[in-house]
């Protein structure tokens, strides 16, 4: 089932999820699922559960679509359960990043090129694991929402600034998308 999606302003988006357990967490299986087709359908490349309204540390990933022959980037489809990065290395580098919670804006972000992190699959098996490139990017982007941040927290002031209005419209749920989005309501 597609979900939508929770945008800019909704505040567990602002929030660090909490830790679960995926042998226990109710229907466990059918929210990795639709996240997945969430995901898939607002064209994405990683979904955390924050985006759509669960304050859990849970999120997603699949670069595989972006895998070219004869190129050097093997492309991952994961899911990510309570991980913690415990280590970013190399020299940040900016590239261009989006998000489905804020949409049709994108900024360069800096981030390290090269992390190691500790998660849980699905089935609550630890891994620690290295990833580099767009992998560790996605990575590193789904994981702030985890802790509550988003892309645009990473901006240089005067871009941020910059971007201001955009987010401002957002928040008062003045954007289209060709996704379902939900927008928050303050009470009166």
């Not at 929030?15 to 299986?29: A, H």
């Not at 304050?55 to 994961?78: H, N």
């Not at 201001?164 to 009166?188: C, H, N, T, V």
Request: with cysteine.
């Amino acid at each position: 089932m597609v979900l939508p999606i929770y945008a800019y302003g909704q505040p567990v988006l602002k929030q660090e999820g909490e830790l679960i357990d995926p042998l226990t967490y109710p229907e466990f299986d059918v929210l990795v699922k639709n996240m997945f087709e969430t995901m898939y359908a607002a064209k994405g490349v990683g979904l955390a559960a924050p985006q759509i309204g669960l304050k859990i540390k849970l999120f997603i990933m699949d670069t595989m679509p972006y895998v070219e022959e004869g190129k050097d980037f093997t492309g991952i489809k994961k899911v990510f359960v309570n991980a913690s990065i415990l280590e970013e290395s190399g020299e940040e580098w900016p590239f261009e990043e989006g998000c489905l919670s804020i949409p049709d804006l994108r900024a360069d972000v800096d981030r390290h090129p090269a992390i190691k992190i500790e998660y849980m699959d699905e089935a609550g098996q630890l891994h620690i694991e290295e990833y580099a490139g767009l992998n560790a990017r996605v990575i590193q982007h789904e994981y702030d929402h985890t802790l509550g941040k988003l892309f645009i927290d990473r901006l240089k002031p005067l871009k941020k600034r910059m971007v201001q209005r955009r987010l401002d419209a957002i928040k008062k749920g003045q954007i289209e998308a060709d996704y379902k989005l939900k927008f928050y309501r303050s009470k009166p």
